[in-house]
């Protein structure tokens, strides 16, 4: 039982204790109010778990559209970082070995070791 429900229920109890001293009519009015709110805090309860399921469908639905996109979007992604016009070919100077490097590597670096022959090739003009 939620501790709405329960607080309804002390307070039905409450209203039956003074319900000795009272007159009926005030006690008829209490015990319709405290029926009109428990019908609410049902019908809260009720939106709460329809929230919660709905919640949980969401989630689900976000989950399989990311899969999704990862299907439909990541190929294309993939591609991109193999994009040759991301590349310059650089001759090495001593073993004549030609180098794809990163156009990046190219603007940050002022040189490069060449993998073959260990040469240090300037990439600075
Ligand atoms: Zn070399």
Avoid: W
């Avoid at 399989?64 to 650089?90: A, K, Q, S, T």
Wanted: glycine residues 4%; aromatic residues 6%; charged residues 30%.
């Amino acid at each position: 039982m939620s501790s709405l429900m329960s607080q309804i229920e002390s307070v039905k109890t409450a209203i039956d204790k003074i319900g000795q001293f009272a007159n009926s009519e005030e006690k008829d009015i209490l015990i319709k109010l405290t029926g009109i709110i428990e019908e609410m805090a049902n019908r809260i309860e009720k939106m709460e778990n329809i929230q919660g399921e709905i919640n949980e469908y969401v989630t689900i639905l976000d989950e399989n559209l990311g899969n999704m996109e990862d299907e439909i979007y990541g190929f294309e992604e993939e591609e991109e970082e193999f994009d040759p016009f991301d590349y310059v070919d650089i001759k090495c100077s001593e073993c004549g070995e030609i180098l794809a490097v990163e156009k990046e590597l190219i603007n940050s670096e002022k040189s490069i070791i060449c993998p073959n022959c260990h040469n240090n090739i300037s990439i600075k003009n």
